[in-house]
């Protein structure tokens, strides 16, 4: 038998193996037996009275540390004038820990009294115990201006950016904060509002140049019409919210749901546990928990909240920036299931045979706190055999169960076939200051799949849970393509020496095995990018149609209810079908639920929109210093005006004008898709290898301009072009091919006769 530890060893176990602290998994780690469990029992009974741990149930934990965007009030200076907040939710039992304020200099000044969000940071070794960046003050909520700082004699002037404002806002000479004349600039309203002349504003924060990186995701914003300022209303509500307790819940604290998110993720809405299950008619089944934050609780139908999270539909993402659906009181803190912090989730249990089809599921309304806050690559290098010191003591009891689960519903979506795309994603990678760093490829991982996997499974219950009780909800549907769409991928794929199947019900089965031909050859993108263009849109609706892509009868979103309105639309009627509270769905909402389909039908597409011009513009940021290199890329689209290629390096889309394509002339075949040398009859197809030169990259707009150098290999011949074959030849030409169309005619007729 080992001597007994010491309480610091103890403390030190606990913090790094945060599923593994019971009395007995303690007693085990330490090599502790017999009577010995006697003194350990007293140990751990006076570390817990002296406040280094709390017990619950059976199990003991460190004490509460403090959520990392938080609520705080503002103590005041200390003696070295630091400024220090404490904060306004405090679960622990002891003294609440003070943080220290580090702001910038165009946050605002801050007294003793002011309540503040702030993103928090522990530290060791100081006074206090976090350090505290300014998020906004609470109970302010400033109006925030984009424009172009004027310079004048006293101040300046800020000038819209937007065709359609005509407003303009004049700066003072002492609220200018160093903007130079011409620089994109935010600024927020200050004072009341005059009776004469243009309203006041401050400017707070400088972006610069309008043409560089930093004003890219700003300007698309405001194009688009995406609401990026939360009224007055809605930010008052927000921090008036409170979290939720365990009345009415189901205590999931001791259950180890892990979150695994990017490696910079700031919320995290849904967490996941795993375990084989013990049930003797499911050998070799799993139990899978999928638990999400409980949004209904917070946002509830008809509420300031409520009507601005509706009118947003979704979150918008950028590079830089993320415009959320809701304020960061909620978003960052009360919804974000943020490790070691008690939350409010809806969790559903589902029972997966050793195959991986479902067999049961069930929901609850619970609290829960989460052991440990992941990301993709740490998991993922942990299951590989290299786990770094957060995931080794979650090894055995968490990480590997969840990856067998997995493997277990990998089995069966291999037999049900949902569309198997392999299109890398995209990903700017932005420096300090907003420039392009690089354009990488996001790398997918079998951590990526897995969870990917539980939330699919996830909202196929709720689909189907909300139909058992005929309640309504908000369908995801994704229509089967059109007849015309699917012979326009047959033709391509022809044209590479591929087939797709004719003459029976098209399912997801047939388009995969047309992928699986092109796998590994040079066509492959080409006949995954078609795939895709072929696909209808998905939106929502309160009619099931189901979903094609995914090969479900009945999808419905649950698992982002932070980011979508249409999983907050299924939380509440999962809470009106279960009778959990007066949260849920109400007959006004579900009597607007097609309107409200088609209305976040419409801003996500908006978001998609503003999201694709914000890469084009920053690609062609990136790509403006290079302009006069070549680049290797593939046709991606033809049209009357030139053709489209995809440049292998960004994977950023050009235009190669008409006039750009040499000295021969295309004439553009519009049956075929293809365009068709004048002289050599020469084709320029989807998918053909081209060398390019880059023209023009303009930041502004995010056109890019190409010029040929190669076709299929081959050199393309630059300078005086030749009308044969062009549209409108010279008069002369033109009058040789009427003589000649005449005399032809006339043979036909003689023939005929």
């Given at each position: ?704 301009v190409l010029e040929l150098l190669e076709l299929d290999g081959k050199p393309v011949q630059h300078g005086f072009r030749s009308h044969k074959g062009r549209g409108k030849p010279p008069k002369r030409a033109q009058a040789k091919a009427k003589t000649k169309a005449a005399k032809t005619k006339r043979k036909v007729e003689r023939k005929r006769k």
């Amino acid at each position: 038998m080992n001597k007994l530890p010491s309480k610091d060893e103890i403390i030190t176990w606990i913090s790094e193996n945060p599923t593994l602290t019971a009395k007995r998994d303690i007693a085990k780690a330490f090599g502790i037996k017999g009577a010995a469990r006697i003194d350990l029992k007293r140990m751990m009974k006076e570390l817990e009275d002296e406040g280094h741990l709390k017990r619950r149930k059976k199990t003991y934990r460190e004490a509460d540390t403090l959520s990392p965007v938080s609520v705080l009030r503002v103590v005041g200076p200390n003696g070295d004038g630091d400024l220090l907040a404490e904060p306004m939710e405090w679960q622990g039992e002891g003294e609440a820990p003070r943080v220290m304020m580090v702001l910038k200099g165009s946050d605002p000044a801050l007294g003793g009294g002011d309540q503040i969000l702030a993103r928090l940071t522990q530290v060791t070794g100081e006074a206090h115990g976090y350090e505290g960046r300014l998020i906004r003050r609470i109970g302010t909520n400033p109006s925030l201006v984009l424009g172009i700082f004027r310079a004048g004699a006293e101040g300046g002037r800020i000038l819209p950016i937007d065709k359609g404002e005509q407003k303009e806002w004049t700066v003072a000479a002492g609220e200018v904060n160093g903007a130079k004349d011409g620089e994109l600039v935010e600024a927020a309203a200050i004072g009341p509002k005059a009776r004469m002349g243009l309203p006041k504003a401050r400017i707070v924060n400088r972006i610069g140049d309008p043409t560089q990186p930093r004003a890219v995701s700003l300007i698309a914003i405001h194009q688009h019409g995406i609401p990026d300022r939360f009224p007055d209303a809605v930010i008052a509500e927000a921090d008036s919210m409170k979290p939720a307790g365990l009345k009415g819940r189901e205590d999931l604290r001791n259950l180890p749901l892990v979150t695994i998110d990017p490696h910079d993720a700031r919320d995290h809405d849904d967490a996941c546990f795993a375990e084989a299950d013990t049930d003797p008619e499911n050998v070799g089944g799993h139990i899978i928990w999928v638990a999400i934050a409980d949004v209904a609780h917070y946002v509830r139908p008809g509420t300031a909240l409520d009507r601005e999270a509706r009118k947003r539909g979704n979150s918008s993402y950028f590079p830089d920036r993320v415009v959320p659906m809701l304020p960061d009181r909620l978003s960052g803190d009360l919804c974000s299931l943020h490790e070691g912090v008690p939350r409010a989730c809806i969790a559903v249990r589902m029972q997966v045979s050793a195959q991986g089809e479902k067999i049961s599921h069930s929901f609850v309304r619970g609290l829960m706190t989460s052991p440990a806050s992941l990301n993709y690559q740490e998991v993922q290098a942990a299951q590989d055999g290299a786990p770094n010191d957060k995931c080794a003591p979650l090894m055995g009891d968490v990480i590997a169960p969840l990856y067998e689960a997995y493997y277990a519903l990998r089995e069966a979506r291999a037999v049900r076939q949902p569309l198997e795309l392999d299109l890398p994603e995209r990903k700017i990678v932005l420096t300090d200051d907003g420039d392009v760093a690089s354009i990488d490829y996001a790398e997918r991982l079998d951590a990526h799949r897995m969870i990917e996997e539980f939330m699919v499974l996830a909202n196929v219950c709720a689909a189907e849970e909300l139909i058992a009780r005929k309640t309504a909800q908000l369908f995801r549907v994704h229509e089967e393509p059109s007849v015309e769409k699917i012979d326009s991928l047959r033709e391509v794929a022809q044209a590479s020496g591929l087939t797709l199947a004719k003459g029976q019900v098209l399912k997801t089965m047939h388009l995969n095995r047309l992928l699986k031909q092109a796998e590994g050859m040079e066509e492959a993108e080409l006949i995954n990018m078609s795939t895709l263009r072929s696909m209808s849109q998905a939106y929502y609706s309160k009619e099931n149609f189901s979903h094609f892509g995914l090969a479900l009868r009945a999808y419905s979103h649950f698992t982002s209810p932070i980011r979508r309105y249409a999983d907050l639309v299924v939380h509440r009627a999962l809470v009106a079908s279960h009778g959990w509270g007066d949260d849920g769905l109400t007959a006004e909402d579900e009597a607007g639920l097609e309107e409200t389909a088609q209305h976040i039908s419409s801003t996500e597409r908006r978001s998609m929109l503003a999201e694709r011009d914000t890469t084009d513009r920053y690609l062609a940021s990136y790509l403006n210093k290079r302009v006069g290199e070549s680049f290797g890329g593939k046709v991606s689209g033809i049209a009357r005006f030139g053709i489209f290629v995809k440049l292998d390096e960004t994977g950023a889309d050009g235009l190669v004008p008409m006039r750009e394509l040499g000295r021969e002339f295309f004439n553009y075949d519009a049956d075929r898709g293809v365009l068709v040398g004048s002289e050599t009859r020469r084709e320029i197809s989807l998918g053909l290898r081209v060398k390019v030169k880059l023209a023009e990259a303009a930041p502004v707009t995010g056109g890019i301009v190409l010029e040929l150098l190669e076709l299929d290999g081959k050199p393309v011949q630059h300078g005086f072009r030749s009308h044969k074959g062009r549209g409108k030849p010279p008069k002369r030409a033109q009058a040789k091919a009427k003589t000649k169309a005449a005399k032809t005619k006339r043979k036909v007729e003689r023939k005929r006769k």
